[in-house]
C-alpha cells in the first residue's frame, strides 16, 4: 500500500520533539521507490528513522524558497553521495524554488567541487500554475497548484497513487482556507494541511485547514507546521468543523 511519512512537522520553530515539516510518500513494489517533499532539515537522517533507504529516493520536490524547506539540500545531497549514489537526482520544482536550492548548493562549491563520483543533478523546473505536472514516473502521478504565502511563490500538492487510485493532498504553508487547495484535495484520501495559525496572510489555523478538508470531502486530516506550545484548543476546533482531524505524529507512518 501507498504510504506517507511525516518526516517533520513543525514550523520554521516548534516544540522540542518537533523538525521542520517535510513529507516523504511511498509505495510498496520492489524497490521500494520514494519521493522526497522538501528538505528544511536533515530529511534523508528522517527517512531512515521512517524505515525507506536512502537509496529508495527517487526524487525531491521542493514547494518553495524558505530556508524551512530548502536549506537542507547541501546536506542531502553529500548523504546520496556518500551513501554511493551514481545516478542522477531529480530535483522538482518551480523557478524561485529551484533557484534557491541551486544557491544554497553552490555556496558549498569550495567544498564538493572534488568530490569524485558526485551524482548529477536533474533540475526539473515545474509550471507555477493550476494542474501543472509535478511528477509522471513510476507509481506516482503528482500535480500542483499555487497557493497564497505571502509575497513567496509557493505550490501545493496532490498525489495520485496510480495502482490503487489512493490520494494524499498536501497544502504546504498558505493562508486559508484556500479555494486552490480545495481542488487539489478534492475527495482526497489524506489531506495533510499546514496550521502555523494566527491572524496572518501567510499561513493558516487548524480550523481554518478544517474547513478546507470539509469543502474538499477528504477522508482525513493531519495538521502540520505546527506552532510550539499546546494545540488542544485548536484541534478541538478544528474537530467541530471535521472530526476526522488529527495532529501529524512526528515522524508518523500513515497508510492511503
Known sequence: MPAVH???????????????????????????????????????????????????????????????????????????????RARALPVVGIEPALAQARRSWDAFEPVHRDWEGLPPIDWRTVEHAP??????????????????????????????????GRVLAYSCDTSGPAKGVVRLAENADLLVHEANGGPSENHSTAAEAAQVADRADVERLLLVHLPPGDKSEELRQAREIFPHTDLGEELGTYSL
Open 6 to 84: 511525516l518526516l517533520g512537522t513543525g514550523a520554521a520553530i516548534s516544540d522540542p520533539h518537533r523538525t521542520t515539516t517535510m513529507l516523504a510518500v511511498t509505495d510498496d513494489r520492489s524497490p521500494p521507490r520514494t519521493l522526497l517533499v522538501d528538505c528544511g532539515g536533515d530529511a534523508l537522517q528522517r527517512l531512515q528513522q521512517c524505515g525507506p533507504s536512502i537509496d529508495s529516493v527517487g526524487g525531491l520536490i521542493v514547494t518553495h524558497a524558505h530556508m524551512d524547506h530548502v536549506s537542507g539540500f547541501p546536506l542531502l545531497m553529500e548523504k546520496v553521495w556518500l551513501d554511493g
Open 131 to 164: 494542474g501543472a505536472t509535478v511528477w509522471d514516473e513510476g507509481a506516482w502521478t503528482v500535480t500542483g497548484a499555487p497557493v497564497a504565502h505571502g509575497d513567496t511563490p509557493n505550490v501545493g500538492l496532490r498525489f495520485e497513487h496510480e495502482p490503487t
